[in-house]
């Protein structure tokens, strides 16, 4: 075929053809796009196993639980056996164990954030001083409860207290009851902590109150979650990390939070948990929005476990989570190829330029190559700062390249500000996620609107070119 007849088959394809070539190139290029997607879940992936790795030799997400008084009682109940055939009841004494949550518990906890690295990869650990006093008192009406007091066995008291990941109890412990330091051993935490934790033998009888003072520290990561129990709980939470996030059962009711650090104060009442004074079973564990490894309650297979506690929780995030945003960013990739292509196919149709499909797919594998850019630097120096180098990197590409191809560098300009235009953009839709959608439609709108009047004298269906602009 001689470069006259190439030339006249160019020509001769009528503008709505070259629609239909451009929409099938920037249909195939979802595949790369999604591929894109595919490797951003598989960096974060990455990031999470190299973030437990640093964890393991430190805590991982904690809750604190406690303190709690369990005490063994013995009652009697009736059991039912089979004798030669027939079924007999018969009153059996057994022995069981009462919970005894706290009147009142004041808390104070400050937390020591720490980042540590392995590779490129980076986690937020932290080293907390947990202090807090506690008022213990048995209800009057106890007999209501099912429990009678000349049956509680006091020589047998616990005084117990809960950390759900016990490496994480490297500062030691103390608990102290009336005044008098007890002698802390390992074990026996509440249900709400798997288990996990330290108790104290307690000489306790069960007259009037008691006032119990415990201080420990705790190292963990993430997250820090505490325990309400019994009546009125109040914990005070403060850190020198400049992004928490609040979440659990109960917000805050006052909370300071400044590029120093931040402060929340809790106040939970004994009607908003639902919780009796005393009870027979202990709670499980909480429903937390970031999943906490727990050991299982089966450790001690003779206590009850009720329904799920309930708990308030205080994370450390990153101020900037690349993955997050880098994966929100490729949801907009079919948007920067759509404007580009739509740029191209505009000069094609009415400024004559003559864009061939490989030169759509060269430029559409340029926006892609952005994200993967994106993704590989900002793991090393940050995100803003690896999206500046990566858009400019793309736009000076394919300015130099869409100057060649369109034959202008006055069109190659116009696609460069094009792509600067859209890239900062995009930039500022991902920094105001809540006005995303409403800023996308209305430029989206205005993009058609353009379109519309620009392509207002072509005839989709005539051979030809239109005049050069």
Known sequence: MTEGSVEGARKARSPGIKLLFAALVALALIVPLMLVYALVWDRQNQSRTAQDAINAGWGGPQIIAGPVIVVPFRTTQQQSEQVNGQTVSRAVEVEKLLYISPVENIVTTTVRPEERRKSIYRSVLYDARVKGTAR????QDLPRFGISADRLLWERAELRMGASDARGLTNGGSLSAGGKALAVQPGKGPGSTGGQGFFAFLPWTGEGQLSVAYDFGLRGSRSLSLVPRGGTTRWDVSSSWPSPSFGGAFLPEKRDISDKGFAAHYAIDKLALGQPPVAMEDLGPPLLD???SLSATAARPAEAIGGSSQAVTVGLVEPVNLYS?????????????????LAFLLFDIVGGARVAAAEYLLTGA?????????????ELIGFTAAYIAGAGTIIALLSAYSAAVLKSWKRGQ?????????????????????????IGSVLLLIALASVMYATRNVDWSNVGQGKPL
């Open 136 to 139: 213990f008192a048995l209800p």
């Open 290 to 292: 970031d999943p906490v």
């Open 325 to 341: 945003k880098v994966d929100r960013s490729v949801k907009y990739g079919f948007l920067f190829i759509g404007f580009t292509f």
């Open 366 to 378: 340029a926006l892609v190559l952005f994200f993967v850019l994106l993704l590989a630097f900002a």
């Open 414 to 438: 116009f696609i460069g500000a094009l792509l600067t235009g859209l890239y900062a953009l995009l930039f500022v839709l991902l920094n105001l996620e809540a006005w995303s959608l409403l």
